[in-house]
């Protein structure tokens, strides 16, 4: 069976079966195939439209996003760097610098340089068990605090930036 779209000559459009192509041809021949509508016997197989993509219409587009906004580019914070304490010193600072710098210098060719066992020298002196004297060393933090919370009177010595090398 074959379906044909047709159209009488008063433009009505209908559909009909027929076995095949063949036979559509002779009964429309023999004024067999008739329109429906008004009876007409002038029946001629409709143009079909092809049902074609139009090609005229462009197909949606897909939607893109749009790139995200670049990221501001942050200059990459330059490695920090050991900053040092600086100061620019008036004459008298200058003169109170140079003075600490005597007393530490004085001290340390004085003092009796005990290093690291300070706190426990310092605690000798303190308790006399030893003769009282100068000493210089190094202490941590928390030995200074058990000296200081001792009652032990000591100082720590000026530390200039030009002895740190
Ligand atoms: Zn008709």
Redesign the pocket.
Known sequence: MIRYALA?D???SFDSWFANSSAFDKQAKRGLVT?P??N?AKVEKAIMAPRLHRTDVEPPRPIVAPPPPAAPVTPAAPAASPKSPVAIMSPQERELRTKLKELRDHVTKNANYVGPRFPEEARKIHYGETEHRSIYGEASAEEAKALHDEGIEFHPLPVLPDDQN
Do not use: E, K, Q
Request: hydrophobic content about 10%; charged content about 0%.
């Open positions: 009488c008063n433009g009505h329109c509508v008004c007409s």
